[in-house]
């Protein structure tokens, strides 16, 4: 008498789990000949190992989550620089990235991607190239040799033809761009680009040059570099020097579904909060887990999710979190006390003394864990 | 009985103090600068006047009758003789003059503006939200205002100077002449200013013309004119001498009036606290609800002082010195100059001294009220000490770590507390701490005497303080302490009633805190049980150094005493070690064996050899197992057991694990059973039958053993192994002996000269990539310059070559060696350590890269300019115990102090992301719904980690967590 798998299917679905504990479960018995006293007993069992792994009511979940990401910061290393797999490509890792995290710095020391190609440009190289120097921003300086000439009052660049045809470009094409984006005249002789500037100045002509080497002629601006590498599954990924998700989310052929950047600012512009906590999640961990550290994702969610409950991304700190409590003397406990307390003073605030900080402040019990018990004993009833 | 609820403050309500509600709080004026007369008795009225408090033992306050340390002490005042700003508003104080209106003091913003401001601070209120950025707003929107739409009045800008100036700055247009009136009556006065500031010495007796639109006068004398243009809208005009353009007038029609003005005429008027108090008692009650004050709380006008608060005596206590002189306290020091300047103005006033002086001492008086208040004022020099010290007044006070908030309000001093070194002491059990007899006399927990310990109460009583356990203390029901001595302790023990405490020595089996500074995590204070034992340091096994993150360099610890049963109770349940061994941050145990720990069951169960009764009864004995296995054999008929089974004597019953210990070589192809080296452990019905027991086995951190037995078994079960782990391999480690010297880091000739070798080659392809970039013919890494490229495989080609002589090293160091035990069991070290030691110690590195700084294109002296060689940039080749030579030597430090360097810094930082972390996140709990949320009930998190599941049990996500329950299920049925 033994289960069918549709029973099975559908009681194990029913039940009250995690999603990832019901997926074990039916992997599980998939192809498992059970009674239906044994299935019923491992059900039981499931529930109540579930019962008792649930985290109990009252827990400090918050300091606990706090303590274990900040405890390994004291185990990680300093130095900013290091390889991420990419061997050249530096990225900040280690302790300050994980403060930049924290932080939700708008502006993070080293901004990187990781572009995932579509399936047609994955695995093939020159595709792969292609895509690159679409993303790569180019500038004049990699083309060729400048040099002013003074006599004639004009700017002449050698263009290189292998570093053109490598970029996919023609010289008619860095003219174009230059004259569009100076609105100066320039011309191509042979293989060098000659550029003129308005008034035949030695300062204009000096002044062109400047403005010449930081004209984009392809690819996107802030990307510094893009390097092309083979995973191990044959699939080629970009990685670049520099961030600018929207831009690169636009060009056909990237992944927009894998594509990610470490900036989680960035993130959180583009694709929404939801994203933004999930990038947050992804950094921190990946942070923790190349210092060989070993923290529950969970307290990076917590981490996390206080971050972006407000729907922004919020640092942890004056000012962010604790900036915006609801005590004062929990955020004068903090830092910059004076002020707290004299702005608390003009707007009549009431510290209603439910946190940690206040209650300890005032010297009583604090409202949480086992303080937050608040039934002790039934009184007797006298003469029933 | 009736079980009282502890009253609770529910909370606190913040706001400002009106000069009136002051007064009437007061308990006296002060009016004079001295503070005690000639025979010491504070003076009436004076700074230290008695009803403010009494600090002097002896003297009793006037206002509450107490005694010096029961008078809480309480305020008095200064009736300052002009009103001067609180330092603190003075930004605020910017903010109100700029949005609202000079005349009626109303603010600059229509009605309807104001309702919807209000409207939006209320519900932000409700909601417990911060209103900063909507009050912003009111501000910025009402300065925008130049005229005030309830009086008509202009509104100037007013400039402010830090720290407490304010200045209006009146554009005043001089008024020059009446358009109408020319030519005509006013045509005298255009002529001379014209004559006056446009050398037109000529127009004097020029005839004026107007022209028929009366938009242009004109004078013209000969070649010379002169002509006033006005535009169309009668607003500007320009002055043109001889055609050229000279000057700008503005134009206003006043009183049906045509005037004309010069332009930009300012006019600085400063403004005095008394002219800004008026304009702020106008406002109303409603105006200052927009602007976030509350009125019946923080009247506007009440930041600017007219009467200012004395805090009590007992705030600022005077210390006497030895000398029998008297040291007053910074505030008092400041109270006294701005009682002296106030009556120094007073005097001054009413003498009708010149305004000049009176604004001096106005001045003045601001000054010492601004460092009383804050003495870190940017602009202001801080007042200073006679000995040069900045005072630390009110602000300081309340600052910074040390800070009242910090430092006194947060964080608190405690008795009942004992603090020494530590030493290690494997023979306790892991939830055991041995106490200093010493202390344990001295350290006391409270006995509430009971019908149920009465007699037990007496008993401690009755032995007196100095007879161990006894007890120091008795607290009788009213409240009174006595002390118990040698003399009184037989009398005072018949006197024990019950209702009474009696605060008891430690004894055995105690329940205290134990800690550890820096307290990162909540392992770092933990319940122990006392055992008292001679000798003066904090006794542990060192199997619980990891959670404190001790060792006995030095480290000192510190204990705690629980006073009541609920904090006896929470000790017990929640903070006992075993309660504790398994670490909310991974789930994994982090209490467990280390060094010897993990050596000693490495040499017990990776031996072949035969342990005899006697032996392993001596091993075993410590661990209360009296019976043992069946042996493994008889050798000339001497039963024998071999380590393995030792071992097994300690294992809970019932335990099944498989495992692939430390000690695995991470092959291709696991031959799981078949292991050659013994490196797949299998524990079966709780018997050792294969495999060695290393960091993997029993370590902190790593034990899968360990974590087994806490999820599957019990902490006490758990808890019980590890002691008896410690304690046998301890005893196995002594068995054996266990050292190392200077002998072990010996390697055979000929593996030095193929060291030898291998480091000759590695500088010849060294040389040979500094020649190809010498030569250009390097090829370059994509995205690097070509010298970056050099060094990235330079340090690769040494990295290497440092590597192989370790191979080297390591093949002729076998598993004979103490330090390739200890690396390889995982016990302490690495084989890079020993590489170090014994080959190689390789390049030394700053920031990640060969030592490049020092002189002018050269680390040292020592090399040639531009030598681009390993030696030249901190490749040490030598080993540590071949030594370093004088170059080598110094560049390893120069590697060596970046380290250094490195965990001070990162000390701090992580420091600080620990404080920030636990602030933003300590209000967090889990509710009984599931939920996460903060103190407003605000939801963080709709199920705690997405699944509910404690870290501590993340195993249960896992797919073998179900497959064991389907295992075991199965098998039942079996």
Known sequence: ?384 | MLIATPKRIKEIKFGLISPKEFRKMSVTRVITADTYDDDGFPIEMGLMDTKLGVIDPGLRCKTCGGRAGECPGHFGHIELVAPVIHVGFAKLIRKILRATCRKCGALLLSPDQKTKYLEQIKTLRNMGQLTEDIINEVFKEARKSKTCQYCGEQQPEVKFEKPTTYIEIIEENKFLFNWDEIPGKESNKFTEFLIKNYEVDWIKNADIEKSGDGLTIKISAGKKSLSLIMNGGKTDLVLKINGEKSGDFIARTEDGKLNIYKEGHEEEHKLMPTDIRTRLEKMTDEDVEVIGMDPHNARPEWIILTVLPVPPVTMRPSITLESGQRSEDDLTHKLVDIIRINQRFQENREAGAPQLIIEDLWELLQYHVTTFIDNAVSGVPPARHRSGRPLKTLSQRLKGKEGRFRGSLSGKRVNFSARTVISPDPNLRIFEVGVPLEIAKELTTTMFVTPRNHDEAKEYVRRGPENHPGANYIVRADGRRVKITDKNCGELADLVELGWKVERQLKDADIILFNRQPSLHRMSIMAHEIKVLPNKTFRLNPAVCPPYNADFDGDEMNMHVPQTEEALAEAKILMHVQENILSPRFGGPIIGGIHDHITGLFLLTNSKEKIFKNEALELLGKSEIRELYPPAGEENKQPYWTGKQIFSHILPKGLDVKFKSEICLQCDTCKLEECENDSYVVIKEGILEMGTIDEKGIGAFKSVILDKLMKEFNPVIACKFIDDATKLSIRGIMRRGFSFGIDDEYIPIDAQTQINDVMDQAKDKVDKLIKAYEDGELEQLPGRTLAETLEMEIMKELSKARDATGDIAGHHLGMDNSAVIMAKSGARGSMLNLTQMAACVGQQAVRGERIKRGYAGRTLSHFERNDLGAEAHGFVRASYKSGLSPTEYFFHAIGGREGLVDTAVRTSQSGYLQRRLVNALQDLEVQYDGTVRDTRKMIIQFKYGEDGINPMNSDFSKPEAVRRIIDSVMGVKE
């Open chain 1, 1 to 384: 008498m033994s289960v069918d798998q549709k029973t099975i299917d559908e009681t194990v679905t029913a039940l009250a789990l995690p999603q990832r504990v019901k997926d074990n479960l039916l992997r599980e018995l998939k192809n498992v000949k059970l009674t239906k006293k044994q299935f019923d007993e491992i059900i039981k069992r499931t529930m109540a190992t579930y019962e008792y792994s649930k985290i109990e009511a009252g827990e400090a979940a918050g300091v606990v989550s706090a303590q274990s990401i900040g405890e390994p910061g004291t185990q990680m290393t300093m130095r900013t620089f290091h390889y991420a797999g990419v061997a050249e490509i530096n990225v900040t890792l280690g302790l300050p990235r994980l403060i930049e995290i924290v932080d939700a710095r708008k502006n993070p020391s080293t901004p990187m991607m990781t572009i995932f190609l579509e399936k047609d440009y994955a695995f093939d190289r020159d595709k792969a190239r292609e895509l690159a120097w679409k993303i790569e921003a180019t500038y004049i300086g990699v083309l060729g040799g400048m040099s002013t000439d003074i006599t004639d009052m004009k700017v002449v660049v050698e263009l290189n033809k292998k570093a053109l045809h490598q970029r996919n470009m023609t010289a008619k094409e860095v003219s174009d761009r230059i004259n569009e984006e100076l609105g100066v005249s320039s011309y191509i002789t042979g293989d060098s680009l000659i550029m003129k500037p308005e008034e035949p100045s030695y300062r204009q002509l000096l002044q062109l040059v400047k403005s010449v080497h930081s004209v984009i002629l392809k690819g996107i601006k802030g990307i510094k570099r893009v390097v092309i590498r083979k995973e191990e599954s044959g699939e080629y990924v970009l990685y670049t020097e520099g961030s600018t998700l929207k831009e690169v989310l636009a060009i056909y052929g990237v992944d927009p579904t894998r594509t990610r950047t470490n900036n989680v600012n960035e993130i959180f512009e583009v694709m929404g909060i939801e994203a933004a906590r999930a990038a947050l999640i992804h950094e921190a961990t990946e942070t923790l887990k190349e210092q060989g550290l070993n923290v529950d994702v969970r307290h990076i969610m917590l981490v996390a999710d206080i971050m972006t409950v407000d729907g922004e991304v919020k640092p942890i700190g004056r000012h962010g979190i604790s900036g915006e409590k609801a005590s004062v003397l929990a955020r004068a406990a903090f830092e910059v006390t004076v002020s707290h307390l004299l702005d608390s003073g003009i707007g009549g605030d009431v510290d209603e003394l439910r946190g940690v900080t206040e209650n300890v402040i005032v010297g009583q019990p604090i409202r949480l864990g086992t303080g937050n018990v608040k039934l002790i004993a039934k009184r007797q009833v006298k003469g029933v």
